[in-house]
């Protein structure tokens, strides 16, 4: 087999990396001591039951927007205030970090590796949603070369200004990157900018991984 056609390969992390919460509502509510069924909210799996998430598609809300609304309703279920992401991840999911890691996120990191592709994320909110503790007991970050997280560099994809920093972390060309992102507005971003891209289906993750890797000559 030939070397890969592409350079880098570039994952947006929440939904893409790890499991959404849409995904694990059964191990949020575990953790939390909600009754099975409590968290019906379902995002991209049952858009039509999800206002809110309608909304996001719509741009009328941001990203943040949306999970803080999220965390703020599901701070009230367990009578608390919580007026931060972190708050909800590290209750609903820090007891054991490695159960919402996609299978295939480890599969498909590992491979391009060995092929000797760069790897970066590229996120809007890993630390601001996750914590840097919750990042810090993930072994699989430490085989990405750069992080660019907009919790600290205050950029937001789809501003060209992310991608343009994370390429040149990365030292390679726009065209050599492959990303991956479970939002349209950022595929997009990415597009514009003339980089190779593959639109999540938090659905259908193994799909979505195997496009990525075909991108990447693998």
């Not at 858009?47 to 309608?54: I, M, R, V, Y």
């Not at 492959?178 to 939002?183: A, E, G, I, N, S």
Request: hydrophobic residues 45%.
């Amino acid at each position: 087999m030939s070397g890969p056609s592409a350079k880098a390969l570039v994952l947006d992390f929440g939904g893409v990396i790890s499991r959404t919460l849409f995904e694990t509502h059964d191990l949020s509510e575990a953790a939390l001591g909600l009754p099975p069924g409590t968290l019906t909210w379902r995002g991209p799996f049952d858009p039509e039951t999800d206002a809110l998430w309608q909304a996001m598609q719509a741009d009328h809300i941001t990203e943040r927007e949306y999970w803080m609304a999220r965390t703020r309703s599901v701070g009230k279920l367990v009578g608390e205030e919580w007026n931060d992401m972190q708050t909800f991840v590290q209750r609903a999911r820090g007891a054991d970090v490695q159960a919402v890691i996609r299978p295939e996120a480890i599969a498909s990191v590992h491979q391009a590796k060995a092929a000797g592709c760069k790897l970066a994320v590229l996120s809007n909110e890993l630390d601001l949603f996750y914590g840097a503790s919750f990042r810090e007991r993930l072994p699989l970050l430490q085989l990405f070369d750069v992080i660019i997280d907009a919790t600290y560099t205050g950029i937001l994809k789809p501003d060209r200004r992310a991608y343009e920093m994370c390429a040149e972390a990365l030292c390679v060309a726009p065209a050599d990157c492959v990303f991956v992102d479970d939002q349209s507005r950022n595929v997009l971003g990415a597009m514009r900018l003339g980089w190779q891209t593959v639109q999540f289906d938090v659905t259908h993750p193994a799909e979505s991984y195997q496009r990525a890797l075909k991108l990447l000559g693998l």
